[in-house]
């Protein structure tokens, strides 16, 4: 399993971006995928999952500003993030249902 976020990036409050997360060395859809972020000094907290048959589910604090979906043809995952707060900043991993406890590198996402 392998799994390479991008698009991090800093951006102003009430700024938007999108996330990537390209997965390989599994079959994708058989899985759930999901999105995590790590503010600093904070422990890794779930922002948004997506199940095999495309049904959502987001953190409270993300809720109406951020949409995660998935392109099975393309094997990647991605976050719609709009309505930028400070406090989204953190480090955003994805996460694959295949490879439970995998992290790729993550992608910073800085909101000032």
């Known amino acids: 399993v392998q799994l390479v976020e991008s698009g991090g990036a800093s951006v102003q409050a009430g700024g938007s971006l999108r996330l990537s997360c390209a997965a390989s060395g599994y079959t994708y859809s058989d899985y759930c995928m999901g999105w995590f972020r790590q503010a600093p000094e904070k422990e890794r907290e779930g922002v948004a999952a997506?199940?095999?048959?495309?049904?959502?589910s987001y953190a409270d604090s993300v809720k109406g500003r951020f949409t995660i979906s998935r392109d099975n043809a393309k094997n990647t995952l991605y976050l719609q993030m709009n309505s930028l707060k400070t406090e989204d900043t953190a480090v955003y991993y994805c996460a694959t249902g295949a490879s439970v406890g995998y992290w790729g590198q993550g992608t910073q996402v800085t909101v000032s």
């Open positions: 997506i199940d095999t048959d495309g049904s959502t």
